[in-house]
């Protein structure tokens, strides 16, 4: 009878290895299952593999191939729709080995096509699809390989596959409403900014000019006021500070994201900025609720699938909260105490999370919480969005009146002197 190895996780959560003989790989699953672990890994033993010439051959060039070649990134869209034709092809029932070649073959020339090649090796060399999407960590993140490996364990891994690709559709329509949103009110802000510069650098001297030709006396106070901004801005290089002080606050906030006191200060301060810090704290909760809903429904073990979620929350703030509550569950607490009194989402989500763990729905409830905070995003970014309009309006109009006003208030006296 084969002897099968296997790496798995006890029910709290630690890591065990060993080995067991069975007759199939399924039957493999299934007692170590019955130990209470849950696989996560499950690999027949042969001695003649290794000593081989056959395996050497055929697996050494592979392997070397990628330890010597990374992928890059991959877009999520490409990586979306490849886990979800590799979940119809398994459905279909063809092997795995097949099913990769075949997408490689659609595949366009780009680091995809590389990824699935390189992973495709790695399998015909005897690497699980898990193993070998790990080697590439830009292309195939903790979450996607976590998954694939859950799948593998459960022999489920078509069904993973369709769900972790309705996940990364879900996440990308957020994020392209969000942006989609918000590209109307940049635009607008960068055109008043740019009318306002060109009248400041351009217009005003001219009339500065004019004032000191004909002799206007003593200006008025809005006058003098708008005249030395203008200076400032042409004589005194201002336009080069304004437009140093983007670039100065992104060095800046990049230089504090590299450390972790300086990222939890950033993420907090963007949490705290008016209506923007709520919708990033309510898109920062629909997210990890999904991530960590899609995790346990792929049957991942729940402090592995906290674990998984923090690295992808996107925010320093969650990311220390659910490690409090990865401590809280690991020495006995339920889900729902630990995110309480870490005091990071609203007491609805606590409830509902509290809910779904008595029912034994958790996966279902943070699903259900996800969507609703997903609505509340869109809803608030068109909110914010329609109210940003006649703000941007009456900003704009008060600056062009005060142009007008303070180039105007000297020219009676002006003409009368003239006259």
Partial sequence: MPTYQYEAMNSVGQAVKGSIDAGSSEEAVSKVRGM??????IKERSGRKPSSAAAGGAAAKPAGRTRQRTVGNVPKKLLTQFARQLSTLQDAGLPLLRSLRILEEQQKPGMLRIAI???????????????????????????FTNMVAAGEAGGVLDVVLRRLADFMEASQKLKKRITGAMIYPIVVIFAAVSIVMGIMIFIIPKFEDIFSRFGAGELPAATLLLITMSNWLTKGYGWAYILAFPVFLFIAFRLLRMSDGGRYFVDSLKLK????????????????????????????????????????????????????????????????????????????????????EETGDLDKMLSRIADTYDEDVQTMVAAMV??????????????????????FMPLPKLISQVK
């Fill in 117 to 143: 090649r390189l992973v495709a090796e790695d399998v015909e060399g005897g690497a699980t699809l898990s193993e070998a999407m790990a080697k590439h960590p830009k292309a195939f993140d903790k979450l």
């Fill in 273 to 356: 900025i008016p209506v923007m810090g709520k919708i990033l704290a309510k898109t920062a909760v629909s997210r990890f609720t999904r991530t960590l809903g899609t995790l346990l429904t792929a049957g991942v073990p729940i402090l592995e699938a906290i674990n998984i979620t923090r690295e992808t929350s996107g925010n320093e703030v969650f990311v220390k909260a659910l490690g409090r509550v990865h401590d809280g569950i690991r020495e006995g607490d339920d889900f729902a105490d630990p995110l309480r009194q870490a005091r990071i989402v609203e007491p609805m989500v606590v409830n509902m999370i509290d809910v779904g």
């Fill in 386 to 407: 329609s109210l940003l309009e006649p703000v941007m309006v009456l900003t704009l109009g008060v600056i062009v009146g005060f142009i007008v006003v303070a180039i």
């Fill in 36 to 41: 209470g672990h849950f696989p996560t890994k």
